[in-house]
């Protein structure tokens, strides 16, 4: 996917019910006036971790789709490095799923730079309903 390059987007797990992904920090990511990451990158990854995560918990995630249908996220520092964000699914129904406490970290640092949920409708492909 173009965005995952563009944003430098790296997996580092998804399975189970869980997702890890980081992103670099890079000068075209960031606020030009704080040179801290900019927050639509966190959210970003964090409905993209969390979207992996849901879809490793089904049986055929190849052949099915989900649309966010709400993301939260509370900004608690600014990041100023590359960030980590591991999300973990709270329920995959048939139609919704949702995961929380998708959690963003600085790199090396481990301070947590934001949280968030997210809700998804799904449509589930493969026979599954």
Known sequence: MEL????GLEVEWVGGGRATFRVPFEEKLANV????????IAATVIDTASAFALRSTMDHPTDASLTTTDLN?????????DMTVTAEVVRAGRTVGATEEATARHEGEEKVVATGGTTYRLFRGGGES
């Not at 995952?4 to 944003?7: G, H």
């Not at 006036?33 to 639509?40: D, E, K, N």
């Open 33 to 40: 006036s704080s040179g801290t990451l900019h927050g639509g």
């Open 4 to 7: 995952f390059q563009w944003l």
């Open 73 to 81: 996220v509370r900004y608690v520092r600014p990041a100023r490095s």
